[in-house]
């Protein structure tokens, strides 16, 4: 509608000028030697503008007689190159779907109509075959070869990371991206690789220095986001967990600016504690684990809070101290727990075993059980509840643990032990094993006792065994006084714990109720004999 209106316009001015040329007084006179012509002033113009369309035309022949070979073969070659791109498009499309055959054909005549030394985009439709077809090597060949093309080269270098780290070279991929940093410090994969190794080898300072400057790089809107931010906290409470033992008064601000960034984050605000209370600020690490207790309850939290001191204390010091933490979220299941788990060390059983029941009922998990298993051990000794309390443990839901990639840590890390992604470790579930009642109907139906009974060992043994593994919380780990450093970082042995777990438990030849009998019948059944799970 514009341009209608445009060239109608266009139109009317120059209908209006051809008529005010006509009322205009006015004529051109020329002489030629002794000829004199005279005429109008829009005969005039006229006749200039009709000799300068002739010319136009003139030229426009003059040039397609001239240039008409050119110009031909520079057509036939913008549609076949035309052409080519849209083959290409196509096999790119069909490579990436997994169709391999498709994307061959599409190579193949692509490369009659582009050239394959011309077109870079065949090499990666190429490479990209060679990937399908399960052929490294041949993909390494042509990244290599869009490599010496500065068009390609980024996208080469990161093909050649990929396989790099695919084929566990993870030193050849960190070189491949420090390569494509040099040329472009803003790309995302080669900064995330280069950060992910400078933290896998302790070098923190380098990491977070990197990391920075990728962050400046980004816009403010994504540097500031909280993806961002939690990546620069888990940083920032990696090196404070590195350098905790040996340097805490140097990662001491590390530790609270990582806290002051995320004051959510669990790992910044135990290790930040952790180092406070190995500095002596006893107060002020209680101060910042209890705000943190307030909101969010952690196991970890918990047992830095009460170990606060160790040096110092007793069983009975680190009961009042978890009951004092307690009250800052008295119904919650966690103060529960860390108050049965204080009560049982010290020897208040009947408080302890309260406890664990309210925690029960909440939320019945398999450490639940177990620390049900060893009050009943301590206060009772009856091996028929033991071996109930056991039998709820196997078939409970695992407790929470710090999860990475798929496998239950001990403690927080900021790097993943399979992968070695930062932040991927999360505090959640871990999966839930099989329920052991299938091995034992399956080995009855076939009839092969014996191969069931083994079967259903096994798998009491490894549900226990993963129980030992999965579990961070308090009751799972050493004793403070067998701690030789500042409650910080936290083991276990999952092969003693799965032991004395699963210590006089045969699920086969013994019932729940029973209490059974002793394994040697001349051994006297003392308290040292008896099922202890602690």
């Known amino acids: 509608m514009v341009r209608v209106l445009l060239y109608f316009l266009l139109v009317v001015m120059i209908g209006a000028g051809f008529a005010w040329l006509a009322d205009f007084p006015g004529e051109l006179v020329m002489t030629v030697r002794y000829t004199h012509v005279t005429v109008s002033l829009l005969a005039a113009v006229t006749g200039v503008l009709a000799s300068f369309f002739c010319l136009l035309v003139i030229w426009w022949l003059l040039r397609y007689i001239i240039f008409g070979p050119l110009l031909l073969k520079r057509h036939v070659q913008a549609g076949r190159r035309d052409r080519g791109y849209q083959l290409v498009c196509t096999g790119l499309f069909a490579a990436f779907a997994g169709d391999v055959a498709t994307a061959r054909h599409m190579a193949r005549k692509s490369g ?3 050239g394959c030394c011309k077109e870079p985009l065949l090499s990666l439709l190429e490479s990209q075959i060679n990937l399908l077809d399960l052929d490294d090597r041949g993909a390494v060949r042509f990244f290599e070869k869009m490599r010496k ?22 030193e050849a991929g960190n070189q491949y991206a420090q390569e494509a940093l040099q040329i472009n410090p803003c790309l995302k994969w080669a900064n995330t690789a280069i950060i992910q190794q400078l933290a896998s080898e302790g070098k923190w300072r380098q990491a977070i220095a990197l990391f920075e400057k990728y962050a400046k790089s980004q816009p403010r809107s994504v540097a500031a986001s909280e993806k961002f931010m939690h990546l620069r906290t888990v940083l920032m409470t990696g090196q404070a967990q590195d350098l905790a033992l040996r340097h805490p008064k140097e990662v001491r601000q590390i530790a609270l600016k990582a806290h002051k960034l995320q004051p959510s984050f669990v790992p910044a605000a135990n290790i930040a504690a952790g180092i406070l209370f190995h500095l002596g600020e006893i107060r002020k690490g209680s101060r910042l684990i209890e705000a943190m207790w307030k909101k969010t309850p952690h196991p970890d939290l918990g047992f830095t809070y009460v170990n606060a001191g160790y040096q110092y204390s007793s069983a009975v010091d680190r009961l009042k101290r978890a009951r004092q933490l307690a009250k800052f979220n008295l119904s919650n299941r966690e103060s529960q727990i860390l108050v049965a788990w204080t009560a049982l060390e010290a020897g208040e059983l009947a408080f302890a075993r309260k406890n664990a029941m309210e925690a029960a009922k909440t939320l019945p998990t398999r450490n639940t059980f177990l620390l049900l298993a060893d009050i009943e051990s301590a206060q009772t000794g009856d091996q028929g509840k033991i071996r109930n309390w056991l039998t709820e443990a196997v078939q409970a839901e695992p407790d929470m643990a710090w999860i990475a990639d798929g496998i239950s840590l001990v403690e927080w890390s900021p790097c993943s032990p399979v992968t070695g992604y930062i932040g991927t ?110």
Do not use: M
């Open 112 to 114: 009659k109509l582009l």
């Open 149 to 170: 093309n500065p068009q390609t080269q980024l996208l080469a270098l990161r093909g050649l990371f990929q396989e790099a780290v695919k084929s566990g070279v993870v």
């Open 425 to 534: 470790c999360e505090w959640k579930a871990p999966a839930k094993r099989r329920h052991f009642e299938s091995y034992r109907g399956k080995s009855t139906a076939n009839g092969d006792q014996c191969q069931g009974e083994g079967e259903f060992r096994s798998l009491i043994i490894d549900l226990v065994a993963s129980t030992a593994e999965d579990a961070v919380l308090p009751w799972s780990r050493k004793s403070s006084a067998e701690r030789n450093g500042p409650v910080i970082s936290s083991n276990i042995d999952v092969e003693t714990a799965a032991c004395r777990r699963i210590k006089r438990l045969d699920p086969v030849t013994c019932v729940v109720d029973d209490p059974g009998v002793s394994d040697d019948d001349g051994e006297e059944d003392t308290s040292s004999n008896k099922f202890r799970l602690f």
